[in-house]
C-alpha cells in the first residue's frame, strides 16, 4: 500500500501527497508529468496515486479530447477554461491555461473569458457556445434562444460535444476543489490577464 509523506496540513489540502509509489505504472506516470510539465502534477500526487483506476479513465478521456473529437481544440479549451473559471477551480484553470499556451492557442480570449460577450476575442460561434455554457453553468439548464443561436454555428454532434466537454470539465473541478488542490504555477503567461485574476476570488 501506498504510504503518503509525513506533510502537513498546508494551503487547505486535505491528503498528503504520495511522492513515491509503489506502482510501477504510477512511477512511469510521475515520470511522464516530470517530462511533460516540469513537474509531477497534484491529482497523480494526491489523488491517482491512490486510486489508479481513474487515472485510466483520466488517460481516456484525454485520448478522446485530443482524437476523437469535430470542434478544434481552441474551442476544447476554450470551455476548459471557461467551466474551470465559473467554478472556481483554480488548479484546472491554471492546467487549461498551461495547454492553450503550449498549443499556441492565442491568449487574448482566455484572458477576457470574464468579458465573453463584449469582448472582440471571440468570435461569434465562440460567443454563442460560451453563452449556452454560462446557462449550464448556472441553471444546469438552457433557454430556447440560447440554444437556437448555438444550433446556427453547430452541428448536433458538435453540441454533444461541448456539452461532454463541459460535464467532464466538472467532473475534474469537483474532483480537485473538495481536496484542495491549488495552482500548479504552469501558466505563468496568463497571471496577469483578468481570467487568472477572476479565478483567484
Known amino acids: 500500500m501506498n ?10 489540502l486535505r491528503l ?9 505504472f504510477l512511477r512511469f506516470a510521475y515520470l511522464v508529468s516530470r517530462r511533460r510539465f516540469g513537474r509531477v502534477l497534484s491529482p497523480l500526487r494526491f489523488l ?3 486510486k489508479p483506476a481513474l487515472l485510466w479513465l483520466a488517460m481516456r478521456i484525454e485520448s478522446i479530447e485530443r482524437k476523437g473529437l469535430l470542434i478544434e481544440p481552441r474551442l476544447v479549451y476554450l470551455i476548459k ?17 498551461a495547454r492553450a499556451h503550449q498549443l499556441k492557442l ?15 476575442a471571440f468570435s461569434e460561434n465562440e460567443r454563442s457556445m460560451l453563452a449556452y455554457l454560462d446557462e449550464i453553468q448556472s441553471s444546469r439548464s438552457c433557454s430556447d434562444p440560447v440554444f437556437e443561436t448555438l444550433r ?3 452541428s448536433e454532434e458538435q453540441i ?23 495552482p ?18
Open 3 to 12: 504510504t503518503p509523506s509525513l506533510a502537513k496540513h498546508v494551503g487547505g
Open 16 to 24: 498528503a501527497p504520495i511522492e513515491r509509489p509503489r506502482s510501477l
Open 48 to 50: 491517482y496515486s491512490r
Open 81 to 97: 477554461a471557461f467551466t474551470s473559471l465559473r467554478n472556481g477551480c483554480g488548479f484546472c484553470q491554471d492546467l487549461s491555461l
Open 106 to 120: 492565442g491568449k487574448a480570449a482566455f484572458r477576457d473569458l470574464a468579458d465573453y460577450a463584449r469582448s472582440p
Open 152 to 154: 446556427k454555428f453547430f
Open 160 to 182: 454533444v460535444e461541448i456539452t461532454w466537454v463541459n460535464a467532464i470539465e466538472n467532473y475534474y473541478n469537483y474532483l480537485a476543489m473538495p481536496l484542495g488542490l491549488g
Open 184 to 201: 500548479d504555477g504552469l501558466a505563468a503567461g496568463f497571471e496577469s490577464g483578468p481570467a487568472a485574476a477572476v479565478a483567484e476570488r
